[in-house]
């Protein structure tokens, strides 16, 4: 993987997990932006950008807000993050 593509610019990771778990990050980061829709991140490679790989779960739960777990997570979606152990 070459880039990754995004609203946010090309930031260069060097594979999809590593490239999701940093649009994770600047996703988390800039929520203070009220005109950013974190739900809808995706990473693609620079040289195939047709193909998303989304970062996010999509569900939408019960208050209308998206879930926060990553995409394809385990378990029952959330708005808290998971703590690693």
Request: with cysteine.
């Given at each position: 993987?070459?880039?990754?593509?995004?609203?946010?610019?090309?930031?260069?990771?060097?594979?999809?997990p590593?490239?999701?778990?940093?649009?994770?990050?600047?996703?988390?980061?800039?929520?203070?932006?009220?005109?950013?829709?974190?739900?809808?991140?995706?990473?693609?490679?620079?040289?195939?950008?047709?193909?998303?790989?989304w970062?996010?779960?999509?569900r939408?739960?019960?208050?209308?807000?998206?879930?926060?777990?990553?995409?394809?997570?385990?378990?029952?979606?959330?708005?808290?993050?998971?703590?690693?152990?």
């Amino acid at each position: 993987m070459d880039g990754v593509a995004g609203s946010l610019g090309l930031v260069v990771a060097t594979d999809l997990p590593s490239a999701q778990r940093l649009a994770r990050v600047v996703a988390h980061w800039a929520h203070v932006l009220p005109q950013l829709e974190a739900g809808g991140t995706s990473v693609s490679a620079e040289d195939d950008q047709n193909v998303r790989h989304w970062v996010f779960c999509d569900r939408i739960l019960s208050e209308g807000r998206r879930c926060l777990l990553r995409a394809d997570h385990d378990g029952a979606c959330s708005r808290r993050l998971a703590r690693r152990r």
